[in-house]
Nanobody, 123 residues
Framework: QVQLIESGGGLVQAGGSLRLSCAASGHTFNSHTMAWFRQAPGTEREFVAALYWNSGNTYYPDNVKGRFTISRDNTKTAVYLQMNSLKPEDTAVYYC????????????????WGQGTQVTVSS
């Protein structure tokens, strides 16, 4: 059974940084894409970053490109999201997700989800 467990959320001032972690277990993640999404109250779940495990290729939407970095640790089967230059509009619950196959930004294509971790950026 696949489990994704996020950690590292919290309260930070605008301009600050946070590093989220996603511990993955229950499966080997070769040929999988690991991704981060976020959801603020009253909004749709939004794609934030993705990484294809085999190649390490990454993909970001324009609103986080240059500020957020997704990375992996093969030995721990973990994925990280380094978030720099945080803005109040980055406030949301952040979710780790996984799917078999290459990168997509569509939340409907992801099969496994974590429980989420809250990130709050104060102005």
């Amino acid at each position: 059974q696949v489990q994704l467990i996020e950690s590292g959320g919290g309260l930070v001032q605008a301009g600050g940084s946070l590093r989220l972690s996603c511990a993955a277990s229950g499966h080997t993640f070769n040929s999988h894409t690991m991704a981060w999404f976020r959801q603020a109250p009253g909004t749709e779940r939004e794609f934030v970053a993705a990484l294809y495990w085999n190649s390490g290729n990454t993909y970001y939407p324009d609103n986080v490109k240059g500020r957020f970095t997704i990375s992996r640790d093969n030995t721990k089967t973990a994925v990280y999201l380094q978030m720099n230059s945080l803005k109040p509009e980055d406030t949301a619950v952040y979710y780790c997700a996984a799917r078999y196959g290459t990168i997509t930004n569509s939340k409907r294509e992801y099969d496994y989800w974590g429980q989420g971790t809250q990130v709050t950026v104060s102005s």
